[in-house]
């Protein structure tokens, strides 16, 4: 591979997104899913590729469709890199308030979103246990694929590739991005029907009707936001953009140092003890976004906060999300997923119906008052993406009168540094390989079970109304 390649496999990409945005702008379809326009791109790029015309008996079309080879290894390793960007970037710029404040405004919605994230494991190791790994003989990792696809996304699937193939278990990359290409689409659809089950049994008034603006706003990726300019307050002696960029260096830094100093620690003091070695199986990225807090905690004490704009934060965040979303599906194998169709309908069943008891009867008896607005959020990231959530809040809540958009923002800061794309979330896989599905479900399961008694004996005791 030579820079030419990773030119070239970069100017596709951007192409992809551009054609995709002018697909998404004039299929109606595809804006009523709120797809965002870098899934319409990866797809493209899959169907172009040895998935799609590649296997068309056509003269002149190679075995890899439109891209060559080196091309689509450019875009088999980007992921790894660039979840490291969109996780260092996620909590600079943001105040990080103390856990008492946090803890005040959305102290139910953590609970909830705990509970349905750690449920997932339990759910897919579970059914991994009973169902997967007797008929299909798949490895016990595939019990973490539903928090994987579903509660990580996109991004945190194809993060981990990485991680599955050097733990055996190549196919668990492209599953997990099928279950969140499923989540998407159902998180929508299921989000919007529970909606109008809610106006029509009269738990909410009718839904809000998001407009064209909103919806584009809406509709690209979670780590967007209105109202925001990119690069406004910043100092302008130096390009806006290239500081920003030091500071993701920086914060991307901190986390290879984090993790370096875990693998030697463990290395030093448990391995010897007969531990196996877990660290060295971590990915980067949730280390990366400790180094993001790290550097933002730091920065009203070493007098740089002003230098950060949120803003121009989220564009770098986005930019190397939609990058990685294109380059992740494009080298999507569906051969994994054909060959694995079973255990994939197994898990896509299993998490769906999880994701719909915890809205249904888990935030009925956590939220002590407006469970659907509330439930609605955790519902829509449970599926597969913050921005479902966003979305199902919006049309839950129209006049944003139950505080749901707020409590959801804050639950993220105590949510993402542990699981849907955090530090166990990584460490899930490794736990696995190394243990077993039987040890990881038993604690798995003790973490479930204490989050939803802390929230029944904190919050609920009696069901909402």
Request: with cysteine; charged share 15%; hydrophobic share 55%.
């Amino acid at each position: 591979m030579n820079l030419e390649s990773v030119a070239i496999a970069l100017l596709f990409l951007s192409i992809l997104l551009i054609v995709g945005k002018w697909v998404r702008r004039r299929t109606g379809w595809v804006r009523r899913l709120f797809l965002p326009s870098s899934i319409v791109a990866g797809a493209l790029a899959l169907a172009f590729g040895p998935q799609g015309i590649g296997r068309l008996p056509w003269e002149g079309v190679s075995d890899n469709g439109l891209w060559s080879e080196d091309v689509l290894s450019v875009w088999g390793d980007l992921p790894k890199l660039l979840i490291s960007v969109v996780f260092a970037a996620l909590f600079l710029g943001k105040p990080i308030p103390g856990l008492k404040s946090i803890w005040r405004q959305s102290g139910p919605m953590v609970v909830h979103g705990q509970a349905v994230a750690w449920g997932q494991y339990v759910v897919g190791l579970g059914l991994a246990m009973l169902v997967i790994i007797p008929i299909w003989k798949m490895s016990p990792m595939a019990g973490a694929l539903i928090e994987i696809g579903f509660e990580g996304g996109h991004g945190t699937a194809a993060g981990l590739g990485a991680t599955f193939r050097e733990l055996g278990f190549e196919d668990g990359a492209d599953l997990a991005l099928g279950l969140a290409t499923i989540g998407v689409v159902a998180g929508v659809l299921l989000g919007t029907l529970c909606v109008n089950w809610a106006v029509w049994r009269g738990h909410i008034e009718k839904p809000g009707q998001v407009d064209e603006e909103e919806e584009e706003r809406l509709g690209e990726h979670e780590n967007r936001e209105a109202g925001e300019r990119a690069g406004s307050g910043t100092d302008q002696t130096i390009e806006p953009l290239s500081i920003h960029l030091g500071f993701v260096a920086v914060s991307i830094g901190l986390g290879w140092l984090l993790l370096e100093g875990m693998v030697w620690l463990e290395g030093l003091l448990l391995v010897p003890l007969g531990w196996p070695e877990l660290m060295r199986h971590i990915p980067l990225f949730p280390l990366a976004m400790i180094g993001g807090v790290i550097v933002q905690m730091l920065a009203p004490r070493l007098g740089y906060a002003s230098l950060i704009d949120r803003g121009l934060m989220n564009r770098i965040s986005g930019t190397a999300l939609d990058l990685l979303i294109v380059a992740a599906l494009g080298a999507l194998s569906l051969d994994a997923i054909g060959a694995n169709a079973g255990p994939f309908f197994v898990l896509a069943l299993g998490g769906i119906l999880w994701n719909l008891f915890g809205f249904f009867v888990l935030a009925r008896w956590l939220f002590p008052r407006d469970w659907v607005p509330m439930g609605m959020a955790n519902l829509g990231q449970g599926m597969g993406m913050t921005v479902i959530g966003l979305l199902l809040v919006r049309m839950s809540d129209p006049r944003g009168r139950t505080g749901a958009m707020e409590a959801f923002g804050y639950k993220q800061l105590l949510f993402e540094p542990v699981v849907g794309g955090g530090l166990f979330t990584a460490a899930s896989l490794p736990l696995i390989y190394q243990f077993g599905a039987g040890p990881v479900f038993t604690g798995v399961t003790v973490v479930m079970v204490g989050w939803l008694v802390a929230g029944w004996w904190l919050f609920g005791r009696r069901p909402a109304r």
